[in-house]
Each structure stands twice: as structure tokens, then as C-alpha cells.
């Protein structure tokens, strides 16, 4: 009898220490076919608790007849065409405001000279943004763990995916984001499937830096635009007809009064990191941030001061705070994942400075929604082929 258990505890161990020496390829290809496998069944798992929660409102993860299957495909083109539509109109609205610097420049040139800067700046953004976002996959959410819940997510896009569109769009370090704001990077491609490592993982650090001012428009704008689609394409909305339409009207004026050329000032410069008290199903995502200053001058303006904000290069010109709450956090492109100039969070929390302290830390939310209702997202090509 001994001799038996001597036996099981030996293959137990040769098979634990045979699990440890496989390389990180071979064991990520075991867990993504393991997921593959868990898929279906965790999706009946979830139809089933929906169902027992939320008895009368239909599943989004329940099974869907061919009927369906084609409306969601229709709605995930229309996703895609709403974010090409939209920088349509804001490089038509650039252009209305290059026509505007031509009128004023023989009476006041010093501010044509600045808004012209401004408008250029503006411009390249936008078309940068237009090339990146148009290669965009969309890709459905298929499983989560419930023990790294806010750290991976699996979609249901691989390199099946690459070889139908004939382009590698899915790969390692793919950014993942919805609209313009960062979910996370894939960290692992299958053949029907992808693993996404989320912004709130304490392993990935995106490199991000304060944008105040016009980006708060864009984000008011983004906003507006997707409660507009919901308007149009969400059933079951609890409002009237004409209370929807009311609320239609708002949100288009909204849009239209929303400041087009206001200026964007580029601040402190730090990284984000998911946050260890987050890392569990049902609470709250917040991110923290590390190293947060402006030292040196770059493309954007002059280094400030850690404390009064002043331009270490004009003293003499009003002091702007480098970090503020409510301050926006867009990816500087610096981390050779994420495309400069995405959305990643906002500023919920700074630190206070202590004696000899050069940098502030931070807590900040993401903006990519609430990460624990994912359920559609679109991938984007690597910056980088390493």
C-alpha cells in the first residue's frame, strides 16, 4: 500500500516538474485551449446566472439564431463607421477653422499665428488617428476568470482572423481599445482566440502624460456620440418616444456648442499601473500612477516646476499646475505599445508632495467604461514588430 502511494506522490511530482520547465509559448498554448474548451460552457454559466438575476431582460451573452448573429455583425460594422464618420467631420470642422485663421491673420496675425499652430497640431492628430482606428478588428469578449478578472480577458480573434483579412492586425502587443480609449494589450494569439491584458494588470504600464483642456471636449463629444448610437440602435431604451427624441436634440447641441480649436496643454509625464486593491471581481478599477513631472521641455512646451508650475524657461509667464484632479491621461506612445494621443484614464487622486520628493503619484480611473461589462472591443495593429 505504501509502495502505491510512494508511486502517485512520484508521478505527481515528475508531472508538476515537467508543468514548470515548459517554456512560456508552450504553456500559453495549453491555457489558450484550455479556454477554448471552457468557452461554451462558461457563457451557459452566464446565460443562466443573467437569467435568474434579470429574468425578463434578455442576455447579451445568451445564444443567438443566425438572425441575430447577422444584426450584431450589422451593429459591429455600424461601430466602425461611426468612429470613420466622426473624424470625417472633425478634419471638416479643422478645415472651417483654417478658412476662419485666414480671415483674421491680416488683422490680428500674432493669434492667427497661434491658432494656425494649433489647428496643424490638431490636424496631424486627427489623421493619425483616422489611419490607426479604419484597420481596427472588432472582437467579442468570450471568457474571463473569475480570479483575474480585471487583469485578462479572452476574444474571440486569433489568427484566423489575420489570415481572412490578410493583414497580421491581431499579434502580440496589439492595443486593445474601445472608441479612443485603452483597454489593455494582447499578450497571447491562438487560432480562434486572443488573450488581452488589461490596463488594470499591475504588469502593464502604459506611459501617459496630463492633456488639459480640448481633450475634455473630445471626451464630452465621444460621450455624446455613443449615447446617440444607443438612441438609435438600443431596443428597450425606458423613455418615451419623445423624450428620446428630447434627449436626442440636447446631445446633437451639446456636440455643436462643443469648442472645436480650444487649447490643449500637455503636462506631467508618468506610468500607470493597475492597482493590487482592484484586483477582484466587484469592485471598483482604480489605476495608479507613478513619476509624475514635467523636468524636461519637449515638442509639447517648456519644463515647470514641480511645485508652482512654472516654466523653468520663462519664469516670468503665469504658473499652470502640471497635475490636477479630473485631469485627462492620454498615451505618449513612449511605451512602444500604445499609439500617442489614446485615451487612458482620468485623474480621481494626487498625492501630496513630501520633503525631497521629485514626482507625484496618483489614482486615476480608466476610461474605456466599466471594465467588468466588456463585451465588444476593437483591436489595432502593433506599433512594433518586436
Sequence with gaps: MQRKFFVSYLLIFIVLMAMMSLSRRTSDKIRGDSTALLVPLWEKLLVAKHFILHPTQPSPLSLLSPEEEKENLLLENQLLENEISHLQRQIHEQSLISSQIEQIAPYHPGEAIALAGEYQKSLNNTLKALQIRVKATPARVIFRTFDTWNSFLWINAGEAENRKRQSQVIAYNSPVIIGKAIVGVVDYVGEELSRVRMISDTQLTP?????????????????????????????????????????????????????????????????????????????????KGTGFNYDFSDEEGDSR????????????????????????????????????????????????LKEGDYFYDLEAKPLAGPLEGLSLVFVLPPISNK
Design 207 to 287: 506611459a501617459v502624460r496630463v492633456a488639459r483642456g480640448a481633450e475634455h471636449d473630445y471626451l464630452i463629444g465621444e460621450q455624446a456620440e455613443r449615447m446617440l448610437y444607443q438612441l438609435k440602435y438600443r431596443k428597450n431604451i425606458p423613455l418615451s418616444p419623445d423624450e428620446q427624441d428630447q434627449l436626442k436634440g440636447l446631445l446633437q447641441r451639446l456636440q455643436s456648442n462643443l469648442k472645436p480649436l480650444r487649447k490643449t496643454w500637455y503636462l506631467a509625464k508618468g506610468e500607470l499601473l493597475g492597482s493590487q486593491s482592484s484586483a477582484r471581481l466587484g469592485q471598483n478599477v482604480l489605476l
Design 305 to 352: 516646476d514641480l511645485h508652482s508650475g512654472k516654466s523653468t524657461q520663462r519664469p516670468h509667464d503665469a504658473p499652470v499646475p502640471i497635475l490636477k484632479v479630473n485631469d485627462i491621461l492620454v498615451t505618449t506612445g513612449m511605451d512602444g505599445i500604445f499609439p500617442p494621443g489614446f485615451h487612458a484614464a482620468i485623474v480621481t487622486r494626487v498625492g501630496l
